[in-house]
């Protein structure tokens, strides 16, 4: 085992990152001194704090502000975007773009099944109904063969769909050409839940600006992070502008408070949007951190049986925003869930792949589209899938000691 860890550290190092070591060594347990290996933890650095410390002294700290306004715009020009409205979440954002585009009480919405729940909740907020669509084993994301039964037999029944939300996974945008022209074809409209991909690129674009909107997300566990907050971008101007009123309680422009619509409590504060602009300042630095740490991970573990890495698909560039896998047990000997446990008993965060919405127990009565008859590919990836420590700030003694552990229990 330890020659198989000599591309990573010494001979010497190797021995030390086994689990099950000696007393005194990083072993990983309570007390020997090693801190919990986190999943995907935040990655704060200097310019933040200067851009929090103008909001302080300037005395702008309310969800609104010169921040606000500048976080809006560079991450507009970052990804190509005619202009952005940050929010408090990537959720909020759906729910704006859903109901920009007409969603409502009984309408149905196609979303991606493999994601996490917050890509369906802002369907079940407009009434509407979702209609959950398989992922495919090229790129984890919405499959295009899925996809065309689904509208096939939405037409059959006089019931298009009202919109569409494709979700990128774990850094990686879905197929977005073969998916845009079916829905082309029927007249729906795309979200692009790019939560998990900002910074990745789909033939030359950046990944959330091929739908008619998009959605990132700044959640503590993401790529760059405002602590919680999120971004809905779009060509669409007048819709942002309707978005960003929206989000402010959809207060009228009248001398005293005056409300003509619902509106939500949506808006990002100045802060965490100074929090903002100094994380975007390094998101590729990020990216690319994140993408190394993918690879060795791969170089290590690819050449196992029973190991496969998510593809990167040759349309564009993911992020790696979290390193994702799947474990065969008849060829691994060992389950997910097994491993999961090692890695837990060894202070080691890893988690299971998203477990798909119709699965839940709150979408699980909602029609769902497999890859192919009788052939659910999130099904598997679920019952298999494992992603494992990926932080851009992971150093290579605790990526080595995530490998020892994961070697250690695949006997290899």
């Not at 669409?236 to 959809?250: H, I, N, P, S, V």
């Amino acid at each position: 085992m330890a020659a198989q860890l000599q591309t990573h550290a010494s001979p010497a190092r190797a021995a030390q990152l086994q689990p099950g070591a000696a007393p005194g060594t990083a072993d990983g347990l309570p007390g020997t001194g090693r801190s919990r290996i986190l999943l995907s933890p935040p990655h704060i650095g200097e310019e933040e704090q200067k851009f929090v410390r103008e909001a302080f002294e300037t005395n702008w700290i309310a969800p609104l502000g010169p921040n606000v306004d500048a976080f809006e715009d560079e991450l507009a020009a970052y990804t190509g975007s005619k202009g952005a409205v940050a929010l408090s979440s990537g959720t909020a954002g759906i729910h704006e773009a859903l109901r920009l585009l007409g969603v409502g009480p009984g309408d149905r919405v196609l979303c991606s099944s493999l994601t996490f729940v917050a890509s369906v909740n802002p369907i079940a907020y407009q009434g509407a109904e979702p209609v959950l669509i398989d992922s495919d084993e090229a790129t984890w994301n919405m499959s295009p063969a899925a996809l065309e039964r689904a509208l096939a037999e939405s037409k059959r029944e006089g019931r298009l769909p009202k919109a569409a939300v494709v979700v990128n996974l774990y850094g990686q945008s879905a197929d977005m050409v073969p998916l845009l022209e079916l829905l082309d074809a029927y007249g729906v409209p795309v979200v692009e839940d790019a939560a998990e991909s900002l910074g990745a690129t789909y033939s030359g674009k950046s990944s959330g600006t091929l739908g008619r909107f998009g959605v990132y997300s700044f959640n503590g566990n993401k790529i760059i992070t405002t602590s919680g907050g999120g971004m809905l971008v779009s060509d669409d101007l007048e819709a942002l502008e309707k978005a960003r009123f929206w989000a402010t309680q959809a207060r009228d422009q009248a001398p005293h408070y005056q409300h003509s619509e619902v509106g939500y409590n949506y808006r990002m504060s100045n802060i965490l949007a100074g929090v903002g602009r100094g994380q975007l300042r390094v998101l590729d630095e990020r990216v690319n951190a994140r993408r190394a740490v993918f690879d060795r991970y791969r170089e290590a573990l690819g050449a196992i049986e029973g190991i496969t890495f998510m593809p990167e698909a040759r349309y564009g560039r993911s992020t790696r925003w979290l390193t994702a896998l799947t474990v065969d047990p008849a060829l691994a000997g060992i389950t997910t869930e097994e491993l999961i446990a090692r890695l837990a008993a060894e202070n080691v965060e890893s988690r299971p792949v998203w477990k798909p919405m119709h699965r839940q127990p709150l979408y699980g009565k909602c029609a769902y589209y497999p890859h192919e008859e009788g052939t659910s590919v999130s099904d598997r990836l679920f019952e298999q899938g494992l992603c494992l420590p990926s932080g851009s700030s992971l150093s290579e003694s605790d990526q080595d000691f995530v490998i020892g552990i994961l070697l250690h229990a695949l006997n290899a």
